[in-house]
């Protein structure tokens, strides 16, 4: 089974809140693949990518380096649609 | 095996199974149930979450329409939790795991996350806290609502153990099988200990942590005469509390053959005793324990009892069922006395500062005349069925009196042009339970036919104590002084004018109080059913000069330690079997 990752970084400025981690486990569970977020710097740690409640308790501010990592049939498209979610900044900037 | 100590509120011995009541608002204990119920609990959690989605669902799209889709998003959050596999899945594993209860399992795993919320360092990621406990007492409240539920059709005997019971929890209680209480909070006036001498049957409160040391299906024994509840008995002590409830019952057989013998003095004074009530039935076990009437009927259930509030013909339904069960005997119906307890505060739009000195009772029924008149209409109605009697509460200046009366007889007039027949001296009467009805006596008693002395409210405004607060609940006693001398005023303005005066207070079932209420001249006493023949025996054993003389004797006294230390004596005198 295929396994993807990318790493990318947080640039939305309020960070991964309620509502884009709830658009991001929305799209991730259109995806039958496993996925994984994981988050480096000082306090490293992994959610679900398919759990709101792990994936705000990263605490992902702006300027966190992420991992996200899928496993499965559909994981690289999911992890590309994943990405793209953080390149628009979950719509909420201009 | 456990015994805890509480306050003894209602007399009996019962020994059963335990249904343990959690409350969303307050921490719930670990609490365990058995291997071969775990998987009936992982059901209440999906029944709870389903529920929970479909309210949440239906929350967001009303605030959606009201106040737009930004606003409506905030509740996305709350259902991507509820819908989140993980924690689902954390909380089946506790269940599965450590068979817990649902409301444990959520409770544990929900304040787990609560409490890595507070520990970040973002303000409004931390700030999500509060949307974590709000999810997380959703969720409690469903779960709670699937217990009471069952309390209301049960197919075996059960006893109740919960923080407090609430007036709308008590309501819907099936009466049939739940045989007792045992409560953390409450006092010897909550409305617990009330509902529990309502149906007969054993209640001890503040017990402090009584809910966190028992689990659903654990087998209880709840002694309401020493106040005690023992947690999984052992052999001797069921023994032991078996023969106990074996000689209770003797002993209530004995007093149960006072019940054709009359409420008269040695020396021939005749003394009227009637029944408190909420329900109409419970006027059959009323008469059957020596009532002669109904000395205050509580409509408050009416409310309570339904999701709707009672329409004309519900309170004219309720109203005939007690006149038919009590066959030509009078009815004192106490008009709606709502206010200062969580149900209208949860109602309102905005909780009152200070709820018992608010708006409640019949301030509540003036400010909402179309409410009072249905209520009023409907005991015009049932008027030429039986004896009936309207009472007004928390009465406390004339001006209030007279609107009530006002608006009765608008009522009256509507009756006339509708050509519905009614008894047109119907008599009115007013609860004297403020202290400035009590020193108006003379003057109320110019506009009434009869005066009844609630003494908890009285006591409870004259002392300047919150009954059901442990900290200053020993504050509230009947027995005060400044009390007593109210009581003796309201009765001797009530004699003077030829207005009938009556105790339907707590007091007026405490034997304690029999000799003294007699001595001041009380000739009429309304209480809780299973009272009256404890009641009634002091009554046959004294005479009327000797209950003056120990009235004149408490009067002269000036604490309440003395009052009450000198009742005690003179009342274990001529009952020693039963003090």
Redesign the interface.
């Known amino acids: 089974m295929p396994n993807v990752s990318k790493d990318i970084v947080v640039s939305n400025k309020?960070?991964l809140?309620?509502?884009p981690?709830?658009q991001f486990?929305?799209l991730a569970n259109q995806f039958t693949s496993q996925i994984k977020v994981f988050k480096g710097g000082d306090e490293p740690c992994e959610a679900?990518g398919?759990?709101?409640?792990?994936m705000?308790?990263l605490?992902a501010?702006e300027a966190t380096p992420l991992r996200i990592e899928a496993n499965g049939d559909d994981a690289e498209m999911a992890v590309q649609r994943l990405c793209e979610l953080f390149d628009s900044k979950f719509g909420e900037e201009d | 095996m456990e015994i805890k100590k509480g306050i003894g509120v209602s007399p009996g011995v019962v020994i059963s199974t335990a249904v343990v009541l959690d409350a969303e608002d307050l921490l719930i204990p670990p609490r365990q149930v058995a291997s071969d119920n775990i998987s009936q609990e992982v059901d209440r959690l999906e029944q709870a979450l389903t529920d929970s989605v479909a309210e949440l669902a239906e929350l967001r799209n009303s605030v959606t329409t009201q106040h737009g889709a930004k606003i409506g998003g905030i509740f996305d959050f709350h259902l991507g939790v509820l819908r989140d596999k993980s924690i689902v899945g954390q909380i089946t594993g506790e269940i599965k795991k450590n068979a817990s209860t649902a409301e444990y399992a959520v409770s544990v795993i929900m304040r787990r996350y609560a409490a890595a919320f507070t520990q970040m360092t973002d303000p409004y990621l931390a700030a999500r806290v509060k949307d974590v406990r709000d999810i997380e007492r959703r969720v409690l409240h469903n779960l709670i609502g699937q217990r009471q539920e069952e309390l209301t059709h049960l197919t075996r005997d059960v006893v109740i153990i919960a923080h407090d019971m609430l007036p709308s929890q008590t309501a819907a209680l099936d009466r049939m099988h739940v045989r007792g209480f045992a409560t953390d909070a409450g006092g010897r006036t909550s409305h617990t200990a009330i509902v529990a001498r309502a149906m007969g049957i054993p209640a001890v409160v503040g017990l402090g942590d009584i809910t966190a040391e028992v689990n659903s299906g654990d087998s209880v024994i709840i002694d309401g005469n020493r106040g005690v509840v023992i947690v999984s008995p052992d052999a001797e002590q069921l023994e032991e509390h078996r023969e106990f409830e074996r000689k209770l019952v003797r002993l209530g057989a004995d007093l149960k053959s006072l019940r054709e013998l009359p409420a008269e003095t040695k020396d021939g004074h005749q003394i009227s005793l009637q029944a408190n009530i909420e329900f109409a039935e419970e006027i059959d076990d009323a008469l059957s324990n020596g009532a002669g009437g109904i000395g205050l009927y509580r409509t408050e259930f009416l409310y309570l009892a339904g999701d709707h509030e009672p329409t004309e013909e519900d309170h004219f339904n309720a109203y005939s069922e007690a006149l038919r069960r009590l066959g030509g005997r009078p009815l004192v119906i106490r008009t709606l006395d709502l206010g200062a307890d969580k149900y209208t505060q949860a109602k309102a739009m905005q909780p009152e500062r200070n709820p018992f000195l608010g708006d409640r009772s019949i301030r509540m029924c003036l400010h909402d005349i179309p409410m009072f008149k249905r209520q009023l209409r409907a005991i015009m109605r049932v008027s030429r069925m039986g004896d009936v009697r309207i009472m007004f509460p928390l009465i406390s200046t004339l001006m209030e009196l007279r609107q009530a009366r006002m608006v009765l007889r608008d009522v009256q007039e509507e009756l006339e042009d509708e050509q519905i027949d009614f008894r047109q001296n119907i008599p009115v009467g007013m609860m004297v339970e403020v202290p400035s009805a009590a020193i108006m006596a003379s003057q109320f008693a110019r506009e009434v036919n009869f005066f009844s002395i609630g003494t908890n409210d009285l006591v409870q405004y004259t002392l300047a104590v919150d009954r059901t607060n442990e900290k200053v609940a020993g504050l509230f006693c009947p027995g005060h002084p400044a009390v007593l001398q109210l009581i003796r005023d309201v009765i001797r303005a009530g004699a003077r004018n030829n207005v009938s005066v009556s105790v339907c207070g707590e007091m007026a079932g405490e034997p304690l109080y029999t000799l003294l209420l007699l001595g001041l001249g009380l000739n009429i006493f309304s209480m809780n059913g299973p009272d009256i023949p404890e009641v009634k025996k002091v009554i046959r054993s004294t005479t009327l000069e000797h209950a003056r003389q120990v009235a004149r004797r408490v009067m002269s006294f000036d604490s309440e330690r003395q009052v009450m230390h000198f009742l005690r004596e003179e009342t274990r005198k001529i009952i020693p079997d039963v003090f």
């Open positions: 309020l960070g809140h309620a509502r981690a709830m486990v929305d679900d398919k759990s709101v409640m792990q705000i308790i605490a501010t």
